[in-house]
């Protein structure tokens, strides 16, 4: 009878019906009050295990499976009906284009279903913010959507990932988060999917936007302070169910010295657009600019954004003649969150200047 109170009940009746002697009537009816959570698991360091609980850093990712995890923290079930599916099992360092895809048409069919108030996914920390972009653009539903990880595996002291998932579902039960796009809840913070970035490796808040988080989670409550301003999932103009495959986009990184080598071969090997992470406001070396330029004449796009860690922002026409180059900005996206904008805009529009639209927008 546990795992029936545990799984999506269409109506009270049914199961009032077929309670056996000594079963509260009053649990079944509170039960069919929960929101109805499913949570997909993708592996990472929230899956993972060391070899002690010293073990904070070195550890083996996606070796827990999504029941065990959901086992794990049994405070669950107050919060929400919750079941699981496991989509992906590996570390994120290791999520291809494919498997973007194949989660993000996975929530769409999950959003699409009645009998589901709200999605969790478990995730690793490395290429977080850019699933959680990705879905942000592309998923047509205003159900709380809502991607989680933690910072040490859950066998090591003081781990995080327990508590970083009672506040993923408590934040994707409730019904007050419909609506703010995408969302990720770490460290006890409420943070937008097209904002947030990954900015240290060793620490539980590891994970911050450079305009603050929408809100707080204390005691499985939601607390919100500040609403997305960008266009995102119901009001976006791409869905998950129209997009068969996503071009080739890649990033090339700008320093002291730099070459144009990788530009080269990036474009070689069938980039259709590549990411400048440019020093500072984008900037572009003087060796870098004729490679470009040339570039961009045999189609490829060139997008500039900044590698500064917290709050690059990058103005068109400053630093480089954007106009004059028909150069895109990438406003105030890092380059991994570019890199999926771009990848996204290019299934629609090649044209130079929409693309230019979709990154002010967006």
């Known amino acids: 009878?546990?795992?029936?109170?545990?799984?999506?009940?269409?109506?009270?009746?049914?199961?009032?019906?077929?309670?056996?002697?000594?079963v509260n009537a009053k649990e079944v009816e509170n039960q069919q009050k929960l929101a109805n959570v499913v949570i997909l698991a993708t592996g990472g360091t929230i899956a993972g295990a060391g070899a002690s609980t010293a073990n904070s850093a070195t550890y083996q990712a996606a070796k827990v499976g999504v029941d065990k995890l959901i086992a794990g923290v049994p405070e669950l079930a107050t919060l929400a009906n919750v079941r699981g599916e496991q989509v992906l099992q590996i570390a994120s360092e290791s999520i291809s284009n494919e498997n973007l895809l194949q989660l993000g048409k996975r929530v769409a069919e999950l959003a699409d279903s009645k009998d589901?108030?709200?999605?969790?996914?478990?995730?690793?920390?490395?290429?977080?913010?850019?699933?959680?972009?990705?879905?942000?653009?592309?998923?047509?539903?205003?159900?709380?959507?809502?991607?989680?990880?933690s910072m040490r595996p859950g066998t090591a002291m003081s781990a995080d990932g327990m508590l970083n998932l009672y506040n993923a579902?408590?934040?994707?039960?409730?019904?007050?988060?419909?609506?703010?796009?995408?969302?990720?809840?770490?460290?006890?913070?409420?943070?937008?999917?097209?904002?947030?970035?990954?900015?240290?490796?060793?620490?539980?808040?590891?994970?911050?936007?450079?305009?603050?988080?929408?809100?707080?989670?204390?005691?499985?409550?939601?607390?919100?302070f500040r609403l997305p301003a960008k266009r995102h999932t119901v009001d976006s103009e791409f869905d998950i169910k129209k997009?068969?495959?996503?071009?080739?986009?890649?990033?090339?990184?700008?320093?002291?010295?730099?070459?144009?080598?990788?530009?080269?071969?990036?474009?070689?090997?069938?980039a259709k657009a590549i990411i400048h992470a440019g020093t500072g406001n984008g900037s572009v070396s003087s060796r870098v600019v004729p490679a470009l330029q040339e570039l961009r004449k045999q189609?490829?796009?060139?997008?500039?954004?900044?590698?500064?860690?917290?709050?690059?922002?990058?103005?068109?026409?400053?630093?480089?003649?954007?106009?004059?180059?028909?150069?895109?900005?990438a406003h105030d996206l890092n380059p991994q969150k570019a890199r999926i904008l771009a990848m996204v805009a290019m299934t629609k529009t090649q044209d130079s200047k929409e693309l230019q639209r979709i990154f002010w927008e967006y």
């Open 1 to 22: 009878m546990k795992a029936a109170l545990n799984s999506f009940v269409p109506g009270a009746l049914a199961l009032l019906l077929l309670l056996p002697a000594g």
């Open 116 to 149: 589901v108030d709200g999605i969790v996914i478990t995730h690793g920390t490395d290429t977080l913010e850019e699933t959680a972009y990705f879905l942000n653009l592309v998923e047509k539903t205003d159900k709380p959507i809502v991607v989680v990880g």
């Open 169 to 224: 579902v408590a934040v994707a039960s409730n019904k007050d988060s419909r609506g703010k796009g995408v969302l990720v809840t770490m460290n006890d913070e409420i943070l937008s999917g097209r904002d947030v970035s990954k900015t240290v490796n060793i620490k539980t808040e590891a994970f911050k936007s450079p305009w603050g988080p929408l809100g707080m989670v204390v005691e499985g409550k939601s607390y919100w």
């Open 243 to 270: 997009i068969s495959n996503l071009p080739a986009v890649d990033i090339a990184y700008g320093y002291g010295n730099v070459t144009d080598t990788a530009y080269k071969a990036l474009a070689q090997n069938g």
């Open 299 to 329: 189609g490829v796009q060139i997008i500039r954004s900044s590698h500064v860690n917290a709050g690059g922002f990058v103005l068109r026409n400053a630093e480089q003649p954007d106009d004059k180059n028909d150069f895109v900005v």
